[in-house]
Nanobody, 115 residues
Framework: QVQLVESGGGLVQAGGALRVTCAVSGSISSINIMGWYRQDPGKQRELVAS???????NYADSVTGRFTISRDAAKNTMYLQMNGLKPEDSAVYYCAAGKLWYEYWGQGTQVTVSS
């Protein structure tokens, strides 16, 4: 089993920056892919960014150039640095991980961007 705990969400003004963190514990050796999803009420959950154990990253078009995903294997932690935030980035951000698909999920952290 793998446990994921997000932190670092909050309220920020448009144009500001925020970093959310995902602490990973448990059977970490089984994890090959990790990602950040977000969901706003009434909208579909969206994959924002992903990173593989080899360090390959991928981003949604809506955040490319503004968000950066990274992981620190020594600290068993994944990050999402969010710059140039927009009100439409407001959502609950979820950390997800797994071997071939996202089978483990965190509880989410709220990010609110005010205009």
């Amino acid at each position: 089993q793998v446990q994921l705990v997000e932190s670092g969400g909050g309220l920020v003004q448009a144009g500001g920056a925020l970093r959310v963190t995902c602490a990973v514990s448990g059977s970490i050796s089984s994890i090959n892919i990790m990602g950040w999803y977000r969901q706003d009420p009434g909208k579909q959950r969206e994959l924002v960014a992903s990173i593989t154990s080899a360090g390959r990253t991928n981003y949604a078009d809506s955040v490319t150039g503004r968000f950066t995903i990274s992981r620190d294997a020594a600290k068993n932690t994944m990050y999402l640095q969010m710059n140039g935030l927009k009100p439409e980035d407001s959502a609950v951000y979820y950390c997800a991980a797994g071997k071939l698909w996202y089978e483990y999920w965190g509880q989410g952290t709220q990010v609110t961007v005010s205009s």
